[in-house]
C-alpha cells in the first residue's frame, strides 16, 4: 500500500511568492499532521488534523501559514509571502488514530528554499 | 527549559560496540514515549515505543523512568547500518508529538 506523500520533493521560490505543498495521506488515517525541520534542528509541530474537528493550529510560527485539510484527506499547507527563514524541510505525517497515540507514519518531505 | 533534550552527539563508534543515547523530558504529563529513526535527508520512522517496564527488540533496548522523566536507548553490538540520528519523542493528550532535536551515531568498520 502506499505510504504518505509529499508534492513537490523539492522547491525553490523567490521572496515575498505564495507557496503551496501538498500531502496525502496513508488511507483511512484519521490524523493528519505538519511538522517543518529546519537545517540541524528538531521537528517542529506547525498543525494538526484529527477528523472533523477544528485542527490544533498552536504550532503555525505566523498568520503567513495556513492549512486545509479536504474531506478528511488530502492536505495543503500554504505559506504566503515567504521569507527566507521559512526555508527548511515540511514533513507531513498521518497516523490511524489521532492524538499522538497512534504511530505517525512520515512523507518524505518538501524540501522549500526561499532565496 | 526545552520540553524533550538529547545528547546531540555525534556519537561515533566500531562496529560491535554498544551505544548508550538518553534523553530528558520536563513535562511530567507526559504519556507516551518514542524513539524514532532518521537517516540522512530522510524521513522519520519509528524505531521502538518506550514502555515503563522497559522493552527490548532484537539489539535495541529501551527504559523509561518516569520519576526522573528520563528515556533511554541502547544499542547493542552496532551495525554499519545503524548510523543515522535518533529522535527522542514524547507525547502528551491533546497535543502532537514533541521531538528532540535528536542524537547523531556514526558506525565505522
Known amino acids: 500500500g502506499a505510504g504518505v506523500s509529499q508534492s513537490p520533493s523539492n522547491k525553490v521560490t523567490e521572496k515575498g511568492k505564495d507557496v503551496e505543498l501538498r500531502c496525502d495521506p496513508i488511507?483511512?488515517?484519521?490524523?493528519l499532521y505538519w511538522y517543518r525541520q529546519s537545517l540541524g534542528q528538531g521537528l517542529e509541530f506547525l498543525i494538526y488534523?484529527?477528523?472533523?474537528?477544528?485542527?490544533?493550529k498552536s504550532g503555525l510560527p505566523s498568520d503567513r501559514f495556513s492549512a486545509e485539510r479536504t474531506g478528511g484527506s488530502v492536505s495543503t499547507l500554504t505559506i504566503q509571502r515567504t521569507q527566507q527563514e521559512d526555508s527548511a524541510v515540511y514533513l507531513c505525517a498521518s497516523s490511524l488514530v489521532g492524538g499522538g497515540a497512534g504511530i505517525q507514519y512520515f512523507g518524505a518531505g518538501t524540501r522549500l528554499s526561499v532565496l | 527549559r526545552k520540553e524533550v533534550e538529547q545528547d546531540p552527539g555525534p556519537f561515533n563508534v566500531p562496529e560491535g560496540a554498544t551505544v548508550a543515547f538518553n534523553c530528558t523530558y520536563s513535562n511530567s504529563a507526559s504519556q507516551s514515549f518514542f524513539w524514532y529513526r532518521q537517516d540522512c535527508r530522510k524521513e522519520p520512522k519509528l524505531l521502538m515505543s518506550v514502555y515503563s517496564s522497559g522493552n527490548e527488540d532484537g539489539r535495541f533496548t529501551a527504559q523509561l523512568n518516569r520519576a526522573s522523566q528520563y528515556i533511554s536507548l541502547l544499542i547493542r553490538d552496532s551495525k554499519l547500518s545503524d548510523s543515522a540520528t535518533y529522535l527522542c519523542v514524547v507525547h502528551q493528550a491533546g497535543t502532537a508529538l514533541i521531538f528532540g532535536k535528536g542524537t547523531t551515531l556514526s558506525v565505522s568498520s
Open positions: 488534523f484529527q477528523g472533523n474537528s477544528a485542527p490544533d
Open positions: 488511507s483511512g488515517h484519521t490524523a
